[in-house]
């Protein structure tokens, strides 16, 4: 700890330094004249795994390092902490969007394909995919194909909860295509707009990269399923 001779909390994050591929930010917390606790929630997870508060003594100050990040942008948000029963409102010392490109660059032809299908009882599906460049080459990133589907229940698979429903034939909800120029796709998706209700697949050629059932404008996850990656056919997926 260092001392400080600042009068109320402050936050600050540092740029991205790389190691072994993977980069590190710090994150410098100083405390006020009478000592204070901080929740630092990175990618909405809590430091190390943990939303337990994090107490610095008065005027004095603290460098924590989270280290591991993967390539890709990474939110680091630092607020005051307040007991579960206060009715003070948590103040906002920083909240920072950190991009890290730490891999090295692949040698030859590539994909870096990657996935995700998320939602709540908000009646509504987000669907997010990628195949951004590693290291900054674009000249070898190979295009990838998406699809996304739905397979429609045929029947609830009865009251037994290890019993699968059985699936339909799949409806194409979504094609597109990622590389170098457009390497991001983001798409939410209305009710109307699935109109039914089954499993729901991201696929790259013919490998999936994510998978969850859609139920009436919940997404429940599917065991094993997930964001992911995958190779376009003969062409190395060397991305993290």
Do not use: W
């Not at 100050?61 to 948590?90: M, W, Y």
């Not at 009882?121 to 070898?140: Q, Y």
């Amino acid at each position: 700890m260092q001392p400080s001779t600042t009068s109320g909390p402050t936050a600050s994050v540092s740029g991205v330094s790389c190691a072994d591929g993977d980069g590190s930010v710090s994150i410098t917390l100083t405390a006020g004249d009478g000592g204070d606790a901080f929740s630092v929630p990175i990618d909405d997870a809590g430091y190390g795994g943990s939303d337990a508060p994090i107490d610095v003594p008065a005027n004095q100050s603290v460098e924590l390092v989270e280290s591991g990040l993967d390539d890709g942008d990474h939110r680091i948000a630092v607020d005051t902490a307040v007991p579960p029963a206060s009715e003070a409102e948590p103040e906002n010392l920083a909240d920072e969007t950190r991009a890290v490109s730490c891999d090295p660059a692949p040698v030859g032809a590539y994909t870096n394909a990657k996935g995700s299908i998320a939602g709540s009882c908000s009646f509504e599906l987000r669907v997010t995919a990628s195949n951004a460049p590693v290291g900054g080459n674009t000249a070898d990133l190979q295009p990838v194909d998406f699809a996304l589907k739905i397979e429609p229940f045929a029947d609830s698979g009865g009251d037994d909860p290890d019993v699968a429903p059985a699936l339909a034939d799949p409806i194409t909800l979504d094609t597109f295509t990622l590389d170098a120029g457009t390497p991001t796709y983001e798409r939410s998706f209305a009710p109307d707009e699935i109109g039914q209700v089954g499993l729901v697949t991201l696929t790259a050629g013919e490998t999936v990269v994510a998978s969850d059932y859609y139920d009436a404008g919940c997404v429940l996850s599917t065991a094993g399923a997930g964001s992911g990656e995958v190779s376009g056919p003969g062409v190395p997926n060397t991305g993290a």
